[in-house]
């Protein structure tokens, strides 16, 4: 059975009233929502990508037979016909700057049970709890770090990454010899440049969105409080520079950009360097705001702040201006 036909199978098989909707997705009545009359979910027969329009739901194949209940066997089963499917499906005329496929086993998902602890820190800073339950981030009692997972475009848990809480230099370190001190052999480090934190939460409803805009900041921190405040369409570089890889899947995303990087000498170097090499590609805006990062925004005032942002080239030209 070809993927696109296993996708079929599937969606005849939990879902109502399934029509085609283009060469590419079927529309249905959403599982997840009170959606008895026009329907309003849809999903791509190529990737198993879906997105409902009425109550916003969204995920992967793996995610949407987890929610149907389906057991764990036939859920592997079901998802390895496809784990590849959502890289396979984007344009290749960049290939050579795809991200390579980690040719490695990914994380057992049981780990993070390890770490499943709130970090109070974060609580007192002002975080909810449920955005830190969405994003899976915990706390490791043994090394003393807050815990962010790491996870490729298809959602596979691919490291570790933990902050100290000490400030300074090095306050974040991905996990390899730290797996031992819970039975885990050590593995080599993960490449962050090859990811893009979020981007596999994002990916499926700008998949499904004829037009989506997409605020990129540096780190975890900075996502999830963009997130808590009601921009649920966020990604994190893991710093003040942009790679090729990054730059690779921001573009098949192909949604507006609103960079969005922190307001220290970095993050100021970065904006009009990424900026530049956004705008070559993409709508990109530049949001400007009143604080050192993003988290020392009022919901309200990160919300205005990306409404205002700026066309990067408008932008530079008054950025410039000013310092002259």
């Known amino acids: 059975m070809s993927e696109r036909e296993e996708v079929l199978d599937i969606c005849h098989k939990y879902l109502l009233r399934v029509k085609k909707s283009g060469n590419d997705n079927i529309m249905a009545l959403c599982p997840f929502h009170d ?3 026009s329907p309003a979910f849809s999903m791509s027969i190529s990737t198993g990508l879906w997105f409902c329009f009425g109550c916003h739901a969204k995920g992967n194949l793996k995610t949407f037979l987890s929610r149907m209940g389906v057991g764990a066997a036939e859920l592997h089963y079901r998802y390895q016909q496809l784990i590849d499917a959502v890289a396979e499906s984007m344009p290749i005329h960049m290939d050579p700057l795809r991200p390579k496929v980690i040719e490695r086993e990914p994380l057992d998902e049981g780990l993070l049970g390890i770490f499943n602890t709130c970090p109070l820190s974060l609580l007192e800073s002002g975080f ?4 830190l339950c969405h994003f899976e981030v915990g706390y490791d009692s043994v090394h003393k ?10 959602g596979n848990l691919v490291g570790i990454s933990g902050r100290n809480l000490e400030e300074g230099y090095g306050r974040y370190k991905i996990y390899d ?3 031992a001190a819970f039975g885990l052999p050590k593995r080599d ?4 440049s090859i990811l893009l934190w979020n981007a596999h939460n994002v990916l499926p409803s700008l998949h499904h969105q004829r037009s989506g805009s997409l605020v990129v900041v540096e780190g975890f ?6 997130y808590q405040a009601g921009i649920t369409e966020v990604v994190a570089l893991l710093g003040s520079t942009m ?13 507006r950009v609103y960079l969005m990087l922190d307001n220290d000498l970095a993050g100021q170097q970065g904006t009009l360097e990424i900026g530049k090499t956004l705008s070559d590609i993409l709508d990109t805006k530049i949001v400007s705001y009143n ?3 993003p988290d020392g925004l009022e919901p309200e005032q990160l919300i205005q702040a990306v409404e205002n942002a700026q066309d990067y080239h408008s932008w530079r030209i008054q950025n410039v201006l000013r310092k002259a």
């Open 128 to 131: 909810t709890e449920e955005a």
């Open 145 to 154: 770090r807050i815990t962010y997972p790491l996870r490729d475009l298809q």
């Open 177 to 179: 010899k730290e797996y």
């Open 189 to 192: 480090r993960i490449n962050k």
């Open 291 to 293: 604080a050192i990062q």
């Open 35 to 37: 959606n008895v009359n």
């Open 221 to 226: 921190k900075a996502a999830i409080w963009a």
């Open 243 to 255: 790679t090729e890889q990054q730059k690779w899947i921001l573009a098949h995303l192909g949604a």
